[in-house]
């Protein structure tokens, strides 16, 4: 019989937790650091009453690119009434501290199913400025209590109604904040900022967002001797931003470095001056209905100088932008960025844009570089290596702005990657958060050109969030060097100048696993190990950690070649390849100084002239010098010479003069035909008819592809060419013959 399990639970708590949420697609992030919480309450009952205590000693929270608390000390000591039949929570009495401000809420929260119903207000009871203050990043210092500040404040709001994901609903809200006349002084730092005042009010009265108004009708300071100020409001935000705002001023940045603690900066100094004002709706811009459009000014940026803990120096000599009813022009933008530089111009056509979630920023862009180097801005290999701790996750960082919408012309005389140097890139085409066009684009990489055009696909969603990118690129090159891309670091940084690299040198190059990107590829040159490849045409999709090509065609060694198959790295250790191969018209003794497999396969090629044609299919596992492993080589096919000779090949050389027959020392390959197959690490080859001057042989048995053979030679040689002394002649002959063999390392026994 079942029996009824019951736990009392009377008390719990947490010490030294952690938290973080990262909602990257909603745009939210906390992080909760050194959590101490504990609770007590009659958990048997179905409705009483809970005390609890909390505190943090950091708290980071992050919306919309803006950072609301950046490692705020918290703590709470609230009562509740529990409802659990109906998930309902009402708040009792409760005192709220972040930093130095205090904050009173009331009201209820309940989820009775997967949307959350609330009734909450909340208020400052304290009106000192110091304790708002110390809600801005990095104003809560240590030592605060010190800090100086005088004037008063207001802030408090209410949010009433439904929170739902699916249909999207949002209870309504409002907020007001009103400060007056106030300053403040920090006692390490020589200046202070004065007249601060601001009256916002943002008010959401419906469960529809696009119904809110945001209304900052006063904000100034002063910074120094340098006033800053202005207005802000919007309405509509969600589908038809409608703005009316005027800022107007000077911002001394070395002045706030002097007025305001900065942590982590090592250099702020330079000027932003603007005088803008906007009043508009977006559609009436879209409309191109610029006579109803209001907006004028100008912003400069001069000679700004910025440094932070972990980041190059950032110097910005000058920037201008002029807003006019059409457009937002940028221009004259010339920067240092670390070791690089950067000029730029353009324009945004609907900068308004911002506001709206739901719509796209579009302009154009022209971007200038004589030398860029990326590895300043890449994370440290050792950072990228090693996950960062969750206390201080990616979601932390800046958000990214996502919508947008640009025409990109840009031009990078030289630029640092890696190991690789890249010059004279030029680049054409659209740009948007989920795709990039190329029109045209064209670099050199070390001693090596590409040019050409297409799209990549998924390109933020595979940058920020490991996903796949997807695209079609077309591809021409003058000359294009492999070996550059599978040389060991140490090489690679020589890949300006570098001689063709030995296979000691090579490593195996791994495909991502979130890459889906077709190729059509038209080189005109293509130096793979040691070998050229002329005239390769070809397509190939790399997608899913293999390289599988549909189609390649090329010319090298003297002939012509054909190429199908796959480049498979599911396996890092082990990478393989399968391909098929026809080959037509290749030199002998080409084939046999380039490619490695095929001396192993065809050690006799080396004192073959002439060429062949094959048709093969072959696979092996890749060793670590890129190369075939042969006791993993796999491979059948057939193989035909066109015009040969084999010459100076010592065991026939020795058996022609033993035997008195000169017929054999140049023996005339022309038209033969064999079929073999590689198993095992050994080349089996099919017995096949040959004759020569009236000699008629059959052929066939193996090699190891490490040396060491075992073949038949079945010849019916005419009496009348051995002579009387044919048994002698044969015997010495064939003890030469195996004499000689032995020297090559060919067992004939």
Known sequence: ??????????????????????????????????????????????????????????????????SYLKKAKMNYVAGFNIDMPNSKYTLKENELTVNNLKVNMDGWVAMPSEDIDMDLTFNAPQSDFKSLLSLIPNAYIAGYEDVKANGKFVMNGFAKGTYSTKPERYPAFKINLNVDNADVKYPDLP?????????????????????????????????????????????????DPDIDTKINGVIDLAEINRAFPMEGVKKLDGKITSNIMAKTKMSTIEKEDYGNVQMAGDMKVEFVNYEADGMPLISVKNMDATFNPKAVTVSGFDAKLGKSDLQADGRLDNILAYFAPDKTMKGALKIRSAYFNADEWMPAEAAAATPPPTATPTGEEAAIFDRFDFD????????????????????????????????????????????????LDNVFPYVFENKTLEGQLNL?????????????????????????????????????????????????????????????KGAMVVADEAVTITEMRANS??????????????????????????????????????????????????????????????????????????????????????????????????????????????????????????????????????????????????????????????????RKLLGSTIGAVADKGIDLLAGQASKLGLNLD
């Open 1 to 66: 019989e079942p029996v009824e399990m019951r736990i009392d639970l009377q008390q719990y708590s947490i010490a030294d937790g952690m938290i973080v949420y990262d909602d990257q697609a909603g745009d939210m992030y906390l992080s909760i650091k050194d959590l101490d919480h504990e609770g007590e309450g009659d958990f048997t009952l179905e409705v009483f009453d809970l005390a609890t205590t909390t505190d943090i000693a950091e708290m980071t929270v992050k919306t919309g690119g803006i």
């Open 191 to 239: 200046l202070g900022i004065a007249d601060i005042m601001m009256k916002m009010e943002i008010n959401s009265p419906t469960q529809n967002l696009n119904g809110m108004i945001v209304d900052i009708s006063k904000f100034n300071m002063k910074l120094g001797n340098n006033p800053f100020g202005g207005y802000f409001k919007l309405k509509t935000p969600m589908t």
């Open 408 to 455: 990109i012309d840009a031009e990078i005389k030289k630029l640092d990657y890696d190991a690789y140097e890249l010059k004279n890139m030029v680049a054409v085409g659209n740009f948007t958060p989920k795709k990039l066009t190329i029109q045209n684009f064209a670099m050199d990489i070390g001693n090596s050109d590409v040019a050409g055009s297409g799209y």
């Open 476 to 536: 021409k090159s003058k000359f294009f060097d492999l070996n550059q891309f599978m040389a060991e670091e140490e090489a690679a940084t020589t890949a300006t100048a570098a001689p063709p690299a030995t296979t000691e040198e090579m490593e195996p190059i791994l495909v991502p696993d979130n890459l889906k990107v077709a190729i059509d590829a038209d080189f005109n040159k293509v130096r793979y190990t040691n070998m050229d490849l002329n005239n390769v």
């Open 557 to 718: 060694m003297g002939g012509k070649m054909n190429v199908t198959g796959g480049y498979d790295t599911k396996n890092h250790e082990k990478p393989k390849f399968d391909f098929n191969y026809d080959l037509e018209r290749l030199d002998f003794r080409e084939a046999f100084n380039t490619l490695n497999t095929f001396a192993a396969i065809a050690p006799i090629g080396k004192f073959i002239e002439g060429d062949f044609t094959s048709k093969l299919k072959m696979s092996s596992e890749l060793g670590t010098d890129f190369m075939p492993d042969l006791n993993t080589l796999l491979a059948d096919g057939f193989f035909a010479t066109i015009n040969a000779k084999l010459q100076s090949f010592p065991p026939v050389e020795a058996l022609a003069n033993k035997l008195n027959i000169k017929e054999l020392k140049s023996l005339d390959l022309k038209g033969t035909k064999n079929w073999f197959a590689v198993k095992d690490g050994a080349v089996n080859v099919e017995p096949f008819d040959y004759e020569v001057q009236n000699i008629a042989m059959n052929i066939g048995g193996s090699h190891k592809l490490t040396g060491g053979m075992d073949y038949n030679i079945d010849a019916k040689i005419p």
